[in-house]
């Protein structure tokens, strides 16, 4: 089995491998064909190239020989005309010369009498000005007229006698100024003892006002104001308006009577009996107003009754009193009343200046529970103060009558002072014109005097300067009349070389256009034979090339034929019968293989296409890089004939360009360059005054480099001295922005309990960059102001200006309602920031907010009691307080 395996392997892989060899045979002999097929017809191809060159060849050897003859015709004419031109050049340089001499000599002519015509000009016009001269001053030494002598004598007497009279009256004035010091000090000494008195009347009647709100917010009740004034009670009379307690007992009767002490007095009890069924919402006690005699209070061995400490502004209160206060007496102190509660009959109780109670078997403790306490204390201060009013009233008034007639005085001396400066000033004045109007008239019979002498003088030199003058005029008029016969003459010459000039040019132009032609028809013929030269040696070159390629080709195509003889099927044919019954077997895998291989063979052949096309593509190529070789020549060949040409014009590759820029033709150009070098000639001779003309200049300039060096001077200076501002600017702005910036990070977290905050410049150059904030509260991420709350950006502006009143602190300091966006709890970090500075500084503040207000030591406030008068009010923070804690 495994012997008929190997032999079917064995047969069937030499059945493939015969095929392969016959296809290979067969393929290689197809491309040999295809190459025979190609080197046949690029060997036509050359063929045709080669005699298209020949045919080329022959035309360009025939051009040759006319270019050939064309040069030498050239050449002969261009030496004719070369012969010629330098003849027609000696004429027109010996007509330019004698034509240019003569120009010459006509502008020197003509400058001179310019010149002289000139100075005889000036002459006249300095003759006329010297006439008009002497007129003048002439006129003006008749129309001056010396000032009054007379009048000039009165004006210094009269001076005399003002000043005389000014001395007085200073005198005068010194004497007042010198008493109204006393009588402004005696008017200040008033005004502040009125002041003085203003604000103690002031306080009294703040603390007088303050007491008396407590007494009627005390009347009027905090829980029963509503029910009160239901029932018409709201103005009813109070026990404690019609009692008083002597000094110290004050605390023992408030704690017997506590809320009975704010009892309500009634006409008769009974009338309470129909608000029994609406009580009022807090305690209110009301007694009835009893008549009769006062029963005798009861006795106590060893005690005094309480009610002999109170008395009553209405005796019908008495019995009431009687009745509250019955059995009721008072002890030393607490040691005497724990001592005697044993003695007390029932319903007795002793009583301590401190309100503190004792009966037989209890000991009460007092403590300041209601809103009664001190109110006995407050009506007698307000009695008290009531009087102290009264007298400060009438001391402020006095004090004001004082005031008004040392105000007065003052106002007087004053009026005497203004008088008597007004009468100085006004001597002063008068004095003042009189000698203004006295230095006036000496001056001008000064002026006068010098300018009579100086007109003297002028009229002499005048007489000088005019012989000298009328001297120039004569000669200058002499020289004008030769030098216009002279410039005839040459006009004439002139008018004769000019003829002759431009005639010579003419020839000249004429010439040098055939010398021109003749040499442009060489360069032409030239160019030409060189191109006919180039043309044949690339032909007969593409020649050579074409015969060395067939020749190859022909080699190729003889090794391709031989190569093509030597395949022959026969043998294989023979092997491939033997092996084709093996075949059959295994089709399957022999069309498989096959298939492959003419896979392989569409393969190659796509492959010898494309070199195939790559052959055909090369041979244009190598003709365009021969055609671009003989452009380059030709290029070539055309640069180095206009380099040749323009260095004939004498000129450049850039000028040319520059012209043809300007859309200027070659040709033009050289008619352009003779025209300039013609106008240059044509200028003439230099001016001969341009000497004079030189040194004025030179001194102008002289002056004006002086003023340059001194104007260059200042300005270094000056730059000097803004270099050095600039620089302390800079020095002491960056000192000052990093002070305040060292502050601000300092307080910024005083203020917010921490975080951090700083001042940041936005530009590179300190004195144009501007201040950009950046805070950081804390537990808060942002960089900028602008994200953050109203209250945060207060503090921050806080912690601001805060930093910049450390940098140079000031004596005080006013800030007004700063704390007025601020939290309570923003606002004590404020107060805190405050006390701490006010250490150095004094702070003065308006503001609405409490808190704020109790940090200060001194309150004033504007209180307006009466339609449209406002008072200031004072408040003394210290007496204050005492006054709250004895309140509570």
């Known amino acids: 089995m495994h012997a008929a395996q190997g032999a079917f392997y064995e047969a069937n892989a030499e059945t493939a491998r015969i095929e392969q060899e016959l296809s290979h045979l067969r393929e290689n002999r197809q491309r040999i064909e295809r190459e025979l097929a190609e080197l046949r017809l690029q060997i036509d191809r050359d063929l045709s190239q080669q005699a298209a060159g020949q045919m080329e060849l022959s035309e360009r050897q025939g051009e040759h020989t006319r270019a050939t003859e064309r040069l030498a015709a050239g050449e002969t004419a261009l030496k004719t005309e070369a012969d010629k031109l330098p003849v027609a050049e000696e004429a027109f340089k010996a007509t330019r010369s004698r ?86 000090q ?44 239901a029932h018409g009670l709201k103005g009813a009379r109070r026990l404690w308006q019609g009692i008083q307690i002597e000094p110290g007992w004050e605390d023992a009767l408030e704690a017997v009577l506590r809320e009975r002490l704010n009892g309500i007095s009634l006409e008769r009890l009974e009338q309470s009996g129909q608000w029994f069924s609406e009580p009022p919402p807090g305690k209110v006690t009301m007694f009835a107003l009893a008549g009769g005699a006062e029963s005798s209070p009861a006795t106590l061995a060893g005690c005094e009754p309480l009610r002999n400490y109170v008395g009553c502004s209405v005796a019908r209160l008495d019995a009431v009193l009687a009745d509250w206060l019955h059995q009721v007496y008072v002890v030393a102190d607490a040691e005497t009343g724990l001592a005697a509660r044993e003695r007390l009959p029932a319903g007795a109780v002793l009583v301590t200046r401190e309100g503190h109670m004792f009966s037989r078997h209890a000991v009460s403790f007092h403590a300041p529970d209601s809103e009664l306490h001190g109110v006995l204390t407050r009506q007698r201060e307000i009695e008290q103060l009531d009087s102290a009013i009264q007298a400060a009233r009438t001391k402020v008034q006095s004090l004001q009558s004082a005031a008004g007639a040392a105000a007065q005085d003052v106002e007087s001396r004053r009026d005497r002072l203004a008088g008597l400066r007004d009468t100085i000033n006004e001597r002063q004045r008068d004095c003042h014109a009189l000698q203004l109007e006295a230095a006036r008239l000496a001056a001008l019979d000064e002026r006068v005097r010098d300018r009579a002498q100086q007109i ?14 009328r001297t120039a005029e004569a000669a200058a008029g002499r020289r004008i009349a030769e030098l216009q016969s002279e410039e005839g003459e040459l006009r004439a010459q002139l008018s004769l070389a000019t003829d002759l000039y431009r005639r010579a040019e003419g020839v000249l132009e004429r010439q040098r256009l055939a010398f021109q032609q003749a040499r442009d028809e060489v360069q032409a013929a030239t160019f030409g034979l060189q191109s006919c030269i180039q043309k044949i040696n690339e032909i007969e070159s593409s020649l050579k090339v074409i015969a060395e390629n067939s020749e190859r080709l022909h080699s190729a195509l003889e090794a391709r034929q031989t190569e093509s003889q030597g395949f022959d099927e026969a043998p294989l044919q023979q092997r491939l019968q033997l092996a084709l019954a093996m075949r059959t077997q295994r089709e399957q895998a022999l069309a498989q293989a096959r298939d492959a291989l003419e896979g392989m063979e569409s393969a190659l052949k796509a492959i010898d296409e494309a070199r195939h096309a790559a052959e055909q593509q090369l041979e244009p190529m190598r003709e365009r890089v021969a055609e671009v070789r003989l ?17 004939a014009a004498g000129t450049s590759v850039e000028e040319v360009a520059l012209q043809l820029e300007k859309g200027m033709r070659p040709g033009a150009l050289a008619t352009e360059i003779s025209r300039l070098g013609e106008e240059i000639r044509a200028l003439g001779a230099v001016n001969l005054a341009a000497l004079e003309e030189l040194e004025a200049a030179r001194a ?28 302390e600017t800079r020095e002491r702005l ?61 503090l921050t502006a806080l912690a ?73 009010v004072a408040v003394d923070i210290e007496e204050a307080m005492k006054l709250s804690e004895a309140a509570a």
């Open 734 to 794: 960056q000192h000052t922005f990093d002070e305040v910036n060292r502050h601000f990070s300092n307080l910024f977290p005083a203020l917010f309990g921490g975080g951090h905050a700083r001042l940041v410049l936005t530009g590179e150059e300190i004195l144009d960059a501007g201040v950009q904030v950046t805070a950081q509260p804390p537990g808060k991420k942002n960089t900028t102001i602008h994200l953050l709350s109203g209250g945060e950006k207060a």
């Open 700 to 727: 102008r300039q002289d002056y004006l480099e002086a003023q340059s060096r001194d104007l260059n001077e200042a300005m270094a200076t000056l730059e000097d001295a803004i270099r050095r501002i600039d620089r």
């Open 186 to 229: 005696a008017k200040r000494e008033r005004d502040a003892a009125l002041e003085s008195a203003s604000q103690h009347l002031a306080g009294v009647e703040a603390r007088e006002q303050a007491l008396r709100q407590l007494q009627e917010r005390l009347v009027r009740g905090a829980q029963t104001e509503g029910w009160l004034d």
């Open 99 to 184: 034509y240019e001499e003569l120009q010459r000599a006509l502008a020197l002519a003509e400058q001179a009498a310019g010149v002289e015509r000139t100075k005889h000009a000036h002459a006249q016009q300095t003759l006329a000005q010297l006439t008009l001269r002497v007129e003048r001053l002439t006129e003006e030494r008749s129309a001056l007229q010396p000032p009054d002598a007379a009048r000039l004598a009165l004006l210094r007497n009269n001076i005399a006698a003002l000043e005389t009279e000014i001395q007085g009256l200073s005198g005068a004035l010194a004497a007042q100024e010198s008493q109204l010091p006393q009588t402004e």
């Open 456 to 469: 003297v003088a002028e009229l002499a030199e005048i007489e000088t300067q005019g012989g000298v003058t």
């Open 631 to 647: 452009k380059e020549q030709e290029a070539r060949l055309n640069e180095e004939q206009y380099a040749a040409q323009l260095a």
């Open 800 to 872: 601001l200006v805060f930093a910049m009143f450390q940098l140079n602190p000031a004596p005080f300091c006013l800030l007004d309602e700063v704390d007025a966006p601020l939290d309570d709890h923003n606002t004590e970090r404020f107060c805190d920031l405050v006390r701490k500075m006010s250490q150095h500084s004094q702070f003065l503040f308006i503001s609405h907010n409490k808190i704020t207000m109790e940090i200060a030591e001194q309150l004033l406030g504007i209180t307006m009691q009466e339609p449209g008068v406002s008072r200031v």
